[in-house]
């Protein structure tokens, strides 16, 4: 992904990252390597996505207190 990225003329892109159903307890850890690893190629936002249904378990994620700490835990691990 990264070399393809890599290889593109021009365009812009976002990131859509979301946990996977079998690492839920590491969410934030691994939507944050997604990022990171992608980063210096050049997406104009990135998008943490909690709303799949076919994720079990991933509601568990939607409520307020459960996402501001995804978020907060992402935003504060980013290289700066």
Sequence with gaps: VVRNL????????????GPNKDRLGHAAEDCLAVIET??????????VNVSSPNTAQLRALQG?????????????GRSP
Excluded: C, M, Q, S
């Design 6 to 17: 890599r290889l593109r003329r021009g365009g812009r892109f976002a990131l859509n990252v």
């Design 38 to 47: 992608l980063a210096d190629t050049g997406p104009i936002y990135a998008v």
């Design 64 to 76: 307020k207190t459960a996402l501001t700490a995804l978020l907060t835990e992402i935003r504060d």
